[in-house]
T-cell receptor, first 117, second 110 residues
Framework: GAVVSQHPSWVICKSGTSVKIECRSLDFQATTMFWYRQFPKQSLMLMATSNEGSKATYEQGVEKDKFLINHASLTLSTLTVTSAHPEDSSFYIC?????????????FGPGTRLLVL | KNEVEQSPQNLTAQEGEFITINCSYSVGISALHWLQQHPGGGIVSLFMLSSGKKKHGRLIATINIQEKHSSLHITASHPRDSAVYICAVRKETSGSRLTFGEGTQLTVNP
């Protein structure tokens, strides 16, 4: 099946620093990538939808200036958490779809655990 | 009330038992996904359904569009099936975005 990777898998940073998380589709071209956040014992929460070559669409309540998303190629999307604070500590997961997201399944990355001290 | 509801929230079974996890939704959908999340956090897409039934190994997923209900069955359960199973729907009005259920924590004891 299709493979999606994320890097890093774990990151610990100091409050106020920025953290970049990469999401790559390894064996297919991802026209659409999704970024999710998951707090312990809770379900996934969609943060934004990213289409290659265009601006991301953010969900209500998600600060676009804090969570910068770049989808510069068909195999790579990045999420940058700017000026991270302890409340940003969470599990961030990306998923990728190879058909505009409308008909095909989403392939999920392994996730990135972020701890902000 | 959540648009996607799963039951039960927690399920403990003995190895070999037949397991059923249910998902009900209250919106029009174009597709329903069953996902598996392991303790490490990684998510695997098990099924995508828009009608009928699908089978993969010991896993069977069914959907009844009229009743807005789907079930995930695991036959001959094994401890390695222990995970969180998540039902997610693609709403007719939300394009490609998924709406998730709260998940069902399954523990299969040897």
């Amino acid at each position: 099946g299709a493979v999606v990777s994320q890097h890093p898998s774990w990151v610990i940073c100091k409050s106020g620093t920025s953290v970049k998380i990469e999401c790559r589709s390894l064996d297919f071209q991802a026209t659409t990538m999704f970024w999710y956040r998951q707090f312990p014992k809770q379900s996934l929460m969609l943060m934004a939808t990213s289409n290659e070559g265009s601006k991301a669409t953010y969900e209500q309540g998600v600060e676009k200036d804090k969570f910068l998303i770049n989808h510069a190629s068909l195999t790579l999307s990045t999420l940058t958490v700017t000026s991270a604070h302890p409340e940003d500590s969470s599990f961030y997961i990306c998923s990728a779809s190879d058909a505009g997201g409308y008909q095909e399944t989403q392939y999920f990355g392994p996730g990135t655990r972020l701890l902000v001290l | 009330k959540n648009e996607v509801e799963q039951s039960p929230q927690n399920l403990t079974a003995q190895e070999g038992e037949f397991i059923t996890i249910n998902c009900s939704y209250s919106v029009g959908i174009s597709a329903l996904h069953w996902l598996q999340q392991h303790p490490g956090g990684g998510i695997v897409s098990l099924f995508m359904l828009s009608s009928g039934k699908k089978k993969h190994g010991r896993l069977i997923a069914t959907i009844n569009i009229q009743e807005k209900h789907s079930s995930l069955h695991i036959t001959a359960s094994h401890p390695r099936d222990s995970a969180v199973y998540i039902c997610a729907v693609r709403k007719e009005t939300s394009g490609s975005r998924l709406t998730f259920g709260e998940g069902t924590q399954l523990t299969v004891n040897p």
